[in-house]
C-alpha cells in the first residue's frame, strides 16, 4: 500500500484529502507544521508529498528545499497543493523542487487521477 | 514838377524854332476851334478795366473814357477811339496815329518817345495774382515761378517792375508776356503759369471772373498820365487843355473825376493832398506789416513757448507711462512667476498623487489576491466535500440530498469562478499578468471552443456555426485567446434561447484577426451599451436570476482582449441579437504589452 504525507494546517482541507485518499486506498501520514513535515518525509520515506505552501512555521517552498537538501531519495515525487493562484506560484513550487502543482479548490471528480500521475 | 521841367527841357532844345512853332500852333488851333466847333482828337484804348476798355456795346468806358467824356465836349473834341493793345497803342502814339493815350505811367524811357500831361491822373498798383493751391506769399515765393506780364508794361520793364524787382532779390523766375492784362489772369486761371502780373485796380475788378487770388506782392506805384506823340503839332495845345481841364476837376469834389474814382475803384482818390495816397498806403501798408511782423514774431515766441511746455508736458506724461508700463511688466512677470510656480506645485502634487493612486492600485491587486487565497481554503472543503458526498463516497444520498448538495455545489463553482476574475483582474491590472506567447493554430482555438460548448448549445437546441480561414497562424497567447472566446460565446449562448450563434474569423490588411461572435439573442438596449463593458453591470438585472454571471466577464474580456494588444466592441439591435466584434493583431507586438 502505497503512502502519502499530507503537509497541511488547514485541519477541514487535511480531512478531505485524507478522506479521500483513504477511501481510494492510500495510507496517509500528515503534519500541520513545515519542520514536522520535512521530519517525517526523511524518516518515514512516503511514495508521495502533497504540500501545503502556506504553513505556520516554515513555508511549503522551504520545507520542500529542505526535504531535497536531506538524504532522501531524489526521486520522490512532491506536489504543491495550494490555494496559491497567482502568476508565477507554480513557477516558484517548481523552482523550489516541486514534481507537480495543483491549485485549491481541488475538483472531487478529477483529483485522484491527478494524483495518480505521480505515483 | 515833372511837366515843368520836360516844357524848360523842350525849350532849351528846341530853341526859338520850337517856341515859335508852338505860338503858331496855338494860334492855328485857336483860329481852328474858333472855325470849326468839332475837331477830331484820335485817342488809343486798350483793355484795362476798370481803367479804359471797350464796353458790351462796343463804346469806351472805364475811368480815362469818363474824364475823356467830360473833356472833349468842353473843348469841342470829337473822339475818335482807334482799339488796339497795350503795345499797338504805344507804337501808333511813337508813330503819330494817334493824339493821345491815356493810362501811361511816366518812365525816363518813355519820355524820349512822347510827351506827358503835368498833372497826375490816377496812381497805379501792381501786383501779384496767382490761383487756389499755387502757394505764392511774398515775392521770395516767386522763386522758380512762372510769371505773365502785360507785354511792355511799366509795372514788367520799368525801374520799379517785376523784373527789376525779383533781379533785386536774386530770383530767377521765367516771364510770359502777352497782350493784355485780361490774357494774363487767363494764363493764371489755365495753369499754364503760376502767376500774373496786373494793375491792382484790374485784379480788383476781375479777380473773381478769373478765379485768381491776390498775394502779399504789391509794388511798383505808377503815377498815370496822358501821353502824347512828340512829332505831333497838336501835342502842347492838348497837353495844355488836358492839364488845365485836369486841374480843374481834382480841385472840385463833386467833379466827374471823383465820381469817376469813386464809380470805377470804389474808393476816393487823393491825388491832391500833400502826401499822396499811395505813400499813406504804403506807410499803412509796412507799418502793417510791422506791425503784423511784430505779432506774428509775438505770436511765434508764444507759439514755441507754449509748444516748448505742450513738448514737457507730454514727455513728463510719457515718462510717466513709460514707468506704469514698467510697473505693470514688473507686475506680470511676478503673476507669471507665481502661476509658474503654482503650475509647478501643482504638477508635483498630481505627480505625487499619481504615484500614490499606483501605489493603492498595487496595494488593492496585493489584497484582491490574498483575499482570493483566503476564499479559496474554505471554498477548497465547500467544494471537495460537496464533490465526495455527491460521487456517494460517505454512503448513499437520497433525491433531495442529492438536489441540495447539487445547490451548494453550484454556488460553490459561482463563488470560485468570482474568486477567478477577480484574481485574473487584478493580475491584469497590477501589470503582473505574463503572456505565454507562441505560434498556434486559429482552427485548433476554434474547436477548443465549439467543443466546450456542444453540448450547452444542443441541449438549448442552438445552431453553432463558425467560419474560420484555412491555415490561420496566431503569434500570441493561446490560453488568452481562448479564454476571451470562451467568454465571449458564453455569453451569447446564455442570452440566446432560439437561433443561432456564430463566430466568424477573417483577417484584415494583413495584420489583423477579427472574429466575430454573433447571436439572434435578446440583443441589448440601446441605453445600457454604454455599461457594457463596466465591472458587475450585467445589463438586464432581470435576467440574473435566469442567467448566473459573476458581472465581471465583459470587463474581463476586454481587459484580456487590451492586454493581447487588440480590442472588443459591440454592436446590438434590442430583441434581435448581439454581434461582439475583437479585433488582436495575427503576431503579438511586444510594445502593446500592457
Same mark, same amino acid.
Given at each position: 500500500?502505497?503512502?502519502?504525507?499530507?503537509?497541511?494546517?488547514?485541519?477541514?482541507?487535511?480531512?478531505?484529502?485524507?478522506?479521500?485518499?483513504?477511501?481510494?486506498?492510500?495510507?496517509?501520514?500528515?503534519?500541520?507544521?513545515?519542520?514536522?513535515?520535512?521530519?517525517?518525509?526523511?524518516?518515514?520515506?512516503?511514495?508521495?508529498?502533497?504540500?501545503?505552501?502556506?504553513?505556520?512555521?516554515?513555508?511549503?517552498?522551504?520545507?520542500?528545499?529542505?526535504?531535497?537538501?536531506?538524504?532522501?531519495?531524489?526521486?520522490?515525487?512532491?506536489?504543491?497543493?495550494?490555494?496559491?493562484?497567482?502568476?508565477?506560484?507554480?513557477?516558484?513550487?517548481?523552482?523550489?523542487?516541486?514534481?507537480?502543482?495543483?491549485?485549491?479548490?481541488?475538483?472531487?471528480?478529477?483529483?485522484?487521477?491527478?494524483?495518480?500521475?505521480?505515483? | 514838377?515833372?511837366?515843368?521841367?520836360?516844357?524848360?527841357?523842350?525849350?532849351?532844345?528846341?530853341?526859338?524854332?520850337?517856341?515859335?512853332?508852338?505860338?503858331?500852333?496855338?494860334?492855328?488851333?485857336?483860329?481852328?476851334?474858333?472855325?470849326?466847333?468839332?475837331?477830331?482828337?484820335?485817342?488809343?484804348?486798350?483793355?484795362?478795366?476798370?481803367?479804359?476798355?471797350?464796353?458790351?456795346?462796343?463804346?469806351?468806358?472805364?475811368?480815362?473814357?469818363?474824364?475823356?467824356?467830360?473833356?472833349?465836349?468842353?473843348?469841342?473834341?470829337?473822339?475818335?477811339?482807334?482799339?488796339?493793345?497795350?503795345?499797338?497803342?504805344?507804337?501808333?502814339?511813337?508813330?503819330?496815329?494817334?493824339?493821345?493815350?491815356?493810362?501811361?505811367?511816366?518812365?525816363?524811357e518813355r519820355s524820349r518817345l512822347y510827351d506827358f500831361s503835368h498833372e497826375v491822373v490816377y496812381t497805379s498798383w501792381s501786383m501779384v495774382y496767382t490761383r487756389k493751391g499755387v502757394d505764392i506769399q511774398s515775392i521770395l515765393d516767386l522763386e522758380g515761378k512762372s510769371i505773365a506780364v502785360l507785354k511792355g508794361s511799366i509795372n514788367v520793364e520799368g525801374p520799379d517792375g517785376i523784373k527789376k524787382l525779383v533781379t533785386a532779390f536774386n530770383i530767377n523766375c521765367t516771364f510770359t508776356e502777352v497782350d493784355s492784362y485780361t490774357r494774363v489772369f487767363e494764363l493764371v486761371k489755365s495753369g499754364e503759369v503760376d502767376a500774373g502780373v496786373t494793375s491792382k485796380d484790374f485784379g480788383y475788378q476781375h479777380e473773381t471772373d478769373f478765379n485768381v487770388v491776390k498775394t502779399a506782392i504789391i509794388f511798383q506805384p505808377s503815377p498815370l498820365y496822358f501821353a502824347f506823340p512828340k512829332n505831333s503839332s497838336l501835342t502842347p495845345y492838348l497837353v495844355e487843355r488836358i492839364d488845365h481841364r485836369m486841374k480843374g476837376l481834382k480841385q472840385d469834389y463833386g467833379s466827374i473825376y471823383y465820381q469817376s474814382l469813386a464809380k470805377w475803384f470804389g474808393e476816393k482818390h487823393a491825388e491832391e493832398s500833400v502826401i499822396p495816397m499811395?505813400?499813406?498806403?504804403?506807410?499803412?501798408?509796412?507799418? %502793417?506789416?510791422? @506791425? $503784423?511782423?511784430?505779432?506774428?514774431?509775438? !505770436?511765434?515766441? /508764444?507759439?514755441?513757448?507754449?509748444?516748448?511746455? *505742450? #513738448?514737457?508736458?507730454?514727455?513728463?506724461?510719457?515718462?510717466?507711462?513709460?514707468?506704469?508700463?514698467?510697473?505693470?511688466?514688473?507686475?506680470?512677470?511676478?503673476?507669471?512667476?507665481?502661476?509658474?510656480?503654482?503650475?509647478?506645485?501643482?504638477?508635483?502634487?498630481?505627480?505625487?498623487?499619481?504615484?500614490?493612486?499606483?501605489?493603492?492600485?498595487?496595494?488593492?491587486?496585493?489584497?484582491?489576491?490574498?483575499?482570493?487565497?483566503?476564499?479559496?481554503?474554505?471554498?477548497?472543503?465547500?467544494?471537495?466535500?460537496?464533490?465526495?458526498?455527491?460521487?456517494?463516497?460517505?454512503?448513499?444520498?437520497?433525491?433531495?440530498?442529492?438536489?441540495?448538495?447539487?445547490?451548494?455545489?453550484?454556488? %460553490?463553482?459561482? @463563488? $470560485?469562478?468570482?474568486?477567478?476574475?477577480? !484574481?485574473?483582474? /487584478?493580475?491584469?491590472?497590477?501589470?503582473?499578468? *505574463? #503572456?505565454?506567447?507562441?505560434?498556434?493554430?486559429?482552427?485548433?482555438?476554434?474547436?477548443?471552443?465549439?467543443?466546450?460548448?456542444?453540448?450547452?448549445?444542443?441541449?438549448?437546441?442552438?445552431?453553432?456555426?463558425?467560419?474560420?480561414?484555412?491555415?490561420?497562424?496566431?503569434?500570441?497567447?493561446?490560453?488568452?485567446?481562448?479564454?476571451?472566446?470562451?467568454?465571449?460565446?458564453?455569453?451569447?449562448?446564455?442570452?440566446?434561447?432560439?437561433?443561432?450563434?456564430?463566430?466568424?474569423?477573417?483577417?484584415?490588411?494583413?495584420?489583423?484577426?477579427?472574429?466575430?461572435?454573433?447571436?439572434?439573442?435578446?440583443?441589448?438596449?440601446?441605453?445600457?451599451?454604454?455599461?457594457?463593458?463596466?465591472?458587475?453591470?450585467?445589463?438586464?438585472?432581470?435576467?440574473?436570476?435566469?442567467?448566473?454571471?459573476?458581472?465581471?466577464?465583459?470587463?474581463?474580456?476586454?481587459?484580456?482582449?487590451?492586454?493581447?494588444?487588440?480590442?472588443?466592441?459591440?454592436?446590438?439591435?434590442?430583441?434581435?441579437?448581439?454581434?461582439?466584434?475583437?479585433?488582436?493583431?495575427?503576431?503579438?507586438?511586444?510594445?502593446?504589452?500592457?
Amino acid at each position: 500500500m502505497k503512502r502519502i504525507l499530507i503537509i497541511e494546517d488547514n485541519e477541514s482541507n487535511l480531512y478531505l484529502t485524507r478522506f479521500i485518499l483513504e477511501k481510494n486506498g492510500y495510507q496517509v501520514i500528515a503534519a500541520r507544521e513545515g519542520i514536522r513535515g520535512v521530519e517525517l518525509a526523511v524518516k518515514e520515506k512516503p511514495d508521495l508529498v502533497l504540500m501545503d505552501i502556506q504553513l505556520p512555521d516554515i513555508n511549503g517552498l522551504e520545507a520542500v528545499r529542505r526535504i531535497r537538501a536531506s538524504k532522501i531519495d531524489h526521486e520522490l515525487p512532491i506536489v504543491a497543493l495550494s490555494s496559491y493562484a497567482m502568476v508565477g506560484d507554480r513557477e516558484r513550487a517548481l523552482a523550489a523542487g516541486c514534481t507537480g502543482y495543483i491549485e485549491k479548490p481541488i475538483n472531487p471528480d478529477t483529483f485522484m487521477l491527478e494524483i495518480a500521475k505521480f505515483l | 514838377m515833372r511837366g515843368i521841367e520836360k516844357a524848360v527841357e523842350q525849350i532849351l532844345c528846341r530853341g526859338l524854332v520850337s517856341l515859335c512853332l508852338l505860338l503858331l500852333y496855338v494860334a492855328i488851333c485857336g483860329a481852328a476851334v474858333a472855325a470849326d466847333d468839332s475837331m477830331t482828337v484820335r485817342v488809343g484804348i486798350y483793355e484795362n478795366q476798370p481803367k479804359i476798355f471797350t464796353d458790351d456795346i462796343g463804346n469806351a468806358s472805364g475811368f480815362w473814357p469818363d474824364i475823356i467824356g467830360y473833356i472833349a465836349p468842353k473843348e469841342g473834341w470829337e473822339i475818335e477811339y482807334i482799339h488796339g493793345t497795350w503795345d499797338q497803342c504805344l507804337e501808333r502814339l511813337e508813330s503819330n496815329e494817334i493824339d493821345m493815350m491815356p493810362d501811361v505811367a511816366y518812365t525816363e524811357e518813355r519820355s524820349r518817345l512822347y510827351d506827358f500831361s503835368h498833372e497826375v491822373v490816377y496812381t497805379s498798383w501792381s501786383m501779384v495774382y496767382t490761383r487756389k493751391g499755387v502757394d505764392i506769399q511774398s515775392i521770395l515765393d516767386l522763386e522758380g515761378k512762372s510769371i505773365a506780364v502785360l507785354k511792355g508794361s511799366i509795372n514788367v520793364e520799368g525801374p520799379d517792375g517785376i523784373k527789376k524787382l525779383v533781379t533785386a532779390f536774386n530770383i530767377n523766375c521765367t516771364f510770359t508776356e502777352v497782350d493784355s492784362y485780361t490774357r494774363v489772369f487767363e494764363l493764371v486761371k489755365s495753369g499754364e503759369v503760376d502767376a500774373g502780373v496786373t494793375s491792382k485796380d484790374f485784379g480788383y475788378q476781375h479777380e473773381t471772373d478769373f478765379n485768381v487770388v491776390k498775394t502779399a506782392i504789391i509794388f511798383q506805384p505808377s503815377p498815370l498820365y496822358f501821353a502824347f506823340p512828340k512829332n505831333s503839332s497838336l501835342t502842347p495845345y492838348l497837353v495844355e487843355r488836358i492839364d488845365h481841364r485836369m486841374k480843374g476837376l481834382k480841385q472840385d469834389y463833386g467833379s466827374i473825376y471823383y465820381q469817376s474814382l469813386a464809380k470805377w475803384f470804389g474808393e476816393k482818390h487823393a491825388e491832391e493832398s500833400v502826401i499822396p495816397m499811395w505813400l499813406i498806403w504804403a506807410l499803412a501798408g509796412t507799418g %502793417a506789416i510791422i @506791425l $503784423l511782423l511784430g505779432g506774428g514774431s509775438w !505770436l511765434l515766441r /508764444s507759439q514755441v513757448r507754449s509748444r516748448t511746455k *505742450e #513738448l514737457i508736458a507730454e514727455i513728463a506724461e510719457r515718462k510717466r507711462a513709460e514707468e506704469k508700463l514698467a510697473r505693470y511688466r514688473h507686475q506680470l512677470e511676478k503673476l507669471v512667476e507665481a502661476r509658474t510656480a503654482e503650475l509647478a506645485a501643482k504638477t508635483a502634487e498630481v505627480e505625487k498623487a499619481n504615484i500614490h493612486l499606483q501605489e493603492m492600485d498595487r496595494l488593492k491587486s496585493v489584497f484582491l489576491a490574498s483575499m482570493s487565497h483566503e476564499l479559496r481554503t474554505p471554498l477548497n472543503s465547500i467544494i471537495g466535500f460537496t464533490g465526495v458526498m455527491l460521487q456517494g463516497m460517505t454512503g448513499e444520498v437520497n433525491d433531495e440530498q442529492q438536489k441540495q448538495l447539487t445547490i451548494v455545489k453550484s454556488n %460553490a463553482h459561482h @463563488l $470560485l469562478d468570482l474568486i477567478n476574475d477577480v !484574481l485574473d483582474i /487584478s493580475k491584469i491590472e497590477a501589470g503582473r499578468v *505574463e #503572456l505565454s506567447l507562441e505560434e498556434f493554430k486559429l482552427n485548433d482555438v476554434m474547436q477548443d471552443v465549439v467543443q466546450a460548448f456542444s453540448h450547452m448549445v444542443s441541449e438549448k437546441g442552438l445552431r453553432f456555426a463558425t467560419e474560420v480561414p484555412e491555415n490561420g497562424v496566431l503569434f500570441s497567447d493561446e490560453r488568452r485567446v481562448k479564454q476571451v472566446l470562451i467568454n465571449l460565446v458564453s455569453n451569447a449562448v446564455k442570452f440566446t434561447d432560439m437561433g443561432t450563434v456564430k463566430v466568424a474569423a477573417r483577417v484584415l490588411d494583413g495584420e489583423k484577426l477579427e472574429i466575430c461572435v454573433s447571436d439572434t439573442g435578446i440583443g441589448i438596449k440601446e441605453e445600457d451599451m454604454s455599461k457594457l463593458f463596466e465591472p458587475f453591470q450585467q445589463v438586464d438585472m432581470s435576467l440574473r436570476k435566469r442567467h448566473e454571471g459573476t458581472g465581471l466577464g465583459l470587463y474581463l474580456t476586454r481587459k484580456l482582449a487590451e492586454l493581447l494588444g487588440g480590442d472588443i466592441s459591440a454592436k446590438s439591435q434590442y430583441g434581435q441579437g448581439s454581434e461582439f466584434i475583437f479585433t488582436m493583431p495575427l503576431r503579438y507586438k511586444h510594445q502593446v504589452e500592457v
